[in-house]
């Protein structure tokens, strides 16, 4: 198949999103198709090439390469280097990913994960991995989210909805302050004392104009990949400090990954039963991720859903799937296949 790759964006997570194309380039390169890993924000100005320039074959020896670093980017910087101002979809990206079979996304957040670009590519006709405008949108917004699952008597936290500007109602500590439309644990803080509850807001509203504020629910953090249909193993997180933030999901080393995770095999059943029920809740596509907390009573919450979940070194779908005797290579190209 002749396949773009496309990551990167104006979001937050850019630099997760390229770390994942990458390697998801490098798989498909290896098992025989022709690649274009092409980044959304920048897109190519095709100045003195044609399109098929942009695509690589195993003949080729090319190999893309890309790490997490620490935090998160600084978009306004990336703004002024590049010139293009606040535009999420860069030259040529349209015509580029037209001239494919497939588009594979390799976006995290901002117009990758919410629905928007799913919803422009329909209109043009391109054919991409993963979830629809529709389940992407309902996802991306963990309030809609996360009603959308009380409604189908799937447990989470208890919340209160700000929007930026509003008074602050009486709110019980600690909790946890996430951003509306984040992923990533981007602008995200658990708050253990209420002389730490105003700089968590404003960290949260520098990344959204909407904030939750969750009841903080002590326990095991759990994590259940959903692949054409199929629950996948378990994986649990230990981080070796504090929460899995930021720099715990992506620095290696930073916690510990059990997969599968040790639990009662009855509770890794419900579990996985729970991950397929929140899934097709929120109309989820070929794979999705969802994430849960097991408290001491050993009931699960669900944290929120995943449409496209990290594909890098230390992303745990990749490693759910490898528990499952699916190596990563074969992962990709399911995922690819699956595009109706």
Not at 7 to 36: F, H, K, M
Not at 136 to 158: E, P, Q, R, T, V
Not at 164 to 173: K, M, N
Request: glycine share 8%.
């Amino acid at each position: 198949m002749k396949i773009v790759v496309l990551a990167g964006g104006l979001s937050p997570e850019r630099d997760v999103s390229l770390t994942s194309g990458a390697l998801i380039a490098n798989a498909l390169i290896d098992n025989g198709n022709q690649v274009c890993l092409l980044d959304l924000y920048l897109g190519d100005d095709l100045e003195n090439k044609s399109i098929d320039d942009l695509f690589f074959t195993k003949d080729d020896n090319k190999t893309f390469q890309y790490s997490v670093p620490r935090h998160a980017p600084d978009l306004q910087q990336l703004k002024r280097d590049y010139g293009q101002g606040d535009k999420k979809i860069g030259p040529n990206v349209l015509k580029i990913c037209m001239a494919a079979d497939i588009v594979f996304m390799a976006l995290h957040g901002d117009i990758g994960e919410n629905g928007q670009l799913q919803a422009t590519f329909d209109c043009f006709d391109i054919k991409y991995t993963g979830t629809g405008y529709g389940g992407s949108f309902l996802a991306m917004d963990k309030l809609i989210a996360k009603k959308l699952m009380s409604s189908a008597g799937i447990k989470n936290a208890d919340w209160i909805h700000l929007r930026v500007g509003e008074t602050l109602p009486e709110i019980d500590i600690p909790c946890v302050v996430k951003p509306l439309n984040c992923g990533s644990s981007i602008g995200v803080s658990i708050v253990k004392s209420k002389d730490e509850l105003e700089a968590a807001l404003h960290y949260a509203f520098e990344y959204a104009p909407d904030v939750l504020i969750e009841q903080y629910i002590p326990g095991r953090e759990l994590q259940v990949g959903v692949l054409l249909g199929q629950a996948l193993p378990v994986i649990e997180i230990i981080p070796r400090g504090g929460f899995y933030d930021y720099e715990n999901k992506y620095q290696a080393g930073m916690a510990s990954e059990i997969c599968p995770a040790e639990i009662d095999p009855a509770k890794t059943a419900e579990l996985q039963q729970l991950a397929l029920q929140v899934h097709d809740s929120l109309n989820l596509g070929s794979y999705s991720r969802i994430d849960f907390l097991m408290n001491e009573e050993g009931e699960f919450y669900c944290l929120e859903a995943n449409t496209l979940p990290g594909m890098t070194p230390t992303s745990l779908l990749p490693q759910e799937a490898a528990a499952a005797g699916i190596h990563y290579n074969q992962l990709c190209q399911m995922i690819a296949d699956a595009v109706g």
